[in-house]
């Protein structure tokens, strides 16, 4: 029986991100711009790494991945800067100084980013003139497609509308039941993306994918 909407909340995974922010890279942090290049950069190792991307303006902006408990977070005070960078950057002992500056380095605040999910296949009983788009119907693990899934959600509740102007039941039920079979395969696949990224086999399962990607071309 799927959980219903009254019964689910969201969980969180045991992991987190610390968001980071790196200024006029190629001046003032050449080797670690030069590592991340102009696209995006992972440096991985089974419960942690870095996801690093580079955005206009010379900006390196990071993601701190890390597999710890609630708790271990929540001893850590995330309003003083150095406290939050010195006990994450702990976590990275041993790594090369180009990739701990994405940490250490950071030109802003350190924020933590808990990733919490609902159910896998997530669904609740059909309620008159109501209903949930984005991360509220939806919750699942950063892989690239929340914004995708909100704006196509959004897109489809318009149309059912449109579609179903002089029964509004109808529209949400018509809008409801493909963004329930959309959102269950999409939060399988980002459960699969945050193992893949993240798990035991880190970082070989995502070359060996990337490597059957080139391949495949």
């Given at each position: 029986m799927r959980p219903l909407l009254s019964d689910a909340k969201p969980e969180y995974v045991g992991i987190a991100s610390v968001e980071t922010y790196l200024y006029d890279v190629d001046e003032k942090h050449r080797e670690t711009a030069d590592i991340v290049g102009d696209g995006a950069m992972y440096a991985l190792a089974p419960g942690k790494g870095f996801q690093s991307h580079r955005e206009p303006n010379n900006i390196i902006h990071t993601y701190v991945s890390l597999k710890r408990s609630d708790d271990w977070f929540d001893k850590i005070d995330f309003q003083d800067s150095k406290d939050a960078i010195t006990k994450v950057g702990m976590e990275f002992e041993g790594w090369p100084e180009t990739l701990t500056k994405l940490i250490k380095s950071t030109e802003t605040q350190p924020v933590l980013r808990k990733v919490y999910v609902l159910p896998i296949g997530h669904q609740w009983e059909h309620a008159s003139n109501?209903?949930?788009?984005?991360?509220a119907a939806h919750l699942?693990?950063?892989a690239g497609e929340g914004a995708n899934l909100a704006l196509l959600d959004g897109a489809e509740l318009a149309m059912s509308i449109v579609?179903?102007?002089?029964?509004?039941?109808e529209a949400i039920i018509q809008y409801e039941k493909p963004?329930?079979?959309?959102?269950?395969?999409a939060a399988i696949e980002a459960n699969e993306f945050l193992d893949i990224i993240?798990?035991?086999?880190?970082?070989y399962q995502l070359a060996d994918i990337l490597r059957e990607t080139l391949d495949g071309k």
């Open positions: 109501i209903t949930l788009i984005g991360d699942m693990p950063p579609n179903n102007r002089n029964n509004l039941k963004m329930f079979a959309r959102s269950e395969k993240l798990g035991e086999r880190t970082p």
